[in-house]
């Protein structure tokens, strides 16, 4: 069985909120599976511990650049925080997103051999991060981009460099605009229930029924009844319907005014929102964590065994 460290427990009420006990339990059953662990306690202790989504795991930034109805949306990433702060490394940011744009290359390899030159360095843009790599002294790799040129009108919303998005629509500039913050602080992942990948509903299913048959325990240990098969399915879909409609974009509330759907307040704007992508920071990367007493206990062993 793996060894569930500090760090881990730690890492884990880091993305769940959730009690530290609660989160060793569910390390120790997970055998050290960060991603089930997280499943387990969601059974267990509900969407007090669904946070997973919004927390970060790795450094880097965000950015766009737009020149009409062409754009692109690019994230970069680093090893550090320091190094997002650096002028050389935004700069290659921003001229990283400016090539993808212009030249809508189909992937990392193809965007990383356009001429580019910076600091000195080039005569392509994978030059000038490897020479860049060695002026700061910290890896920086172009994880994901995104070109728009299909003609639709875009409004893209930076939320400092940590979150990017870009809202493909046709109307209102405005009332885009104000989707593209309400996509930043809301995060869905759909524009419409119908549009949820099935995975994640797959996924959102079995939790539900876990999270039912849990309950059922509980109750019969209590010594109290148990609910109906039939009752217990129609609560599981109803959990799965009220998470369609936190998740897709059209079914949320609006955050400038929560009396009506982002659905309601777009038909009011007369405008039609055709696709949205959002880039957040180091989503879905796990962050090494450095167990700091592991790391001096190994030291102190190896100075010892070369004494």
């Known amino acids: 069985m793996a060894a569930i460290t500090a760090s881990m427990v730690a890492e884990l009420r880091g993305k ?6 609660e989160c060793k339990k569910a390390l120790t059953e997970a055998e050290g599976d960060m991603g089930k662990a997280e499943e387990l306690l969601r059974v267990k202790l509900g969407s007090k511990a669904g946070k997973a989504a919004s927390r970060i795991t790795a450094e880097g930034v965000v950015t766009s650049y737009f020149d009409g109805t062409t754009g692109a949306l690019l994230e970069v990433n680093c090893e550090t925080d320091f190094v997002t702060k650096n002028d050389s490394f935004l700069a290659l940011a921003q001229g990283a997103v400016e090539l993808i744009a212009k030249n809508n290359p189909a992937d990392v390899a193809a965007l990383s051999a356009l001429a580019y030159t910076q600091d000195g360095f080039g005569p392509t843009l994978e030059d000038v991060r490897k020479g860049l790599i060695g002026k700061i002294g910290e890896n920086m790799t172009f994880r994901r981009f995104k070109q728009f040129s299909t003609g639709a009108k875009l409004a893209g919303y930076l939320h400092g460099t940590r979150i990017g998005v870009v809202v493909e629509f046709e109307g209102d500039d405005v009332a885009a605009k104000d989707v593209a913050m309400h996509i930043a602080a809301m995060k869905p992942v759909a524009l419409s229930s119908a549009d949820v990948p099935a995975d994640l509903i797959a996924k ?17 240990a209590a010594g109290k009844p148990v609910q109906s098969d039939e009752i217990v399915a129609k609560r599981i879909e109803g959990g799965v319907q009220k998470y369609l409609k936190e ?28 696709a949205f992508t959002m880039f957040v920071v180091g989503e879905g990367i796990e962050k090494k964590v450095d167990d700091f ?15």
Do not use: G, I
């Open 16 to 21: 769940t909120d959730a009690p530290m006990m």
């Open 204 to 220: 959102e299913r079995s939790v539900a029924t876990a999270k039912a048959a849990e309950d059922a325990s509980v109750a019969v």
């Open 247 to 274: 998740v897709s974009l059209f079914n949320q509330s609006f955050v400038k005014n929560d009396k009506q759907t982002v659905e309601q307040m777009l038909k009011a704007a007369s405008t039609t929102v055709k």
């Open 293 to 307: 007493a592991a790391e001096v206990a190994a030291q102190v062993a190896a100075a010892k065994a070369t004494a």
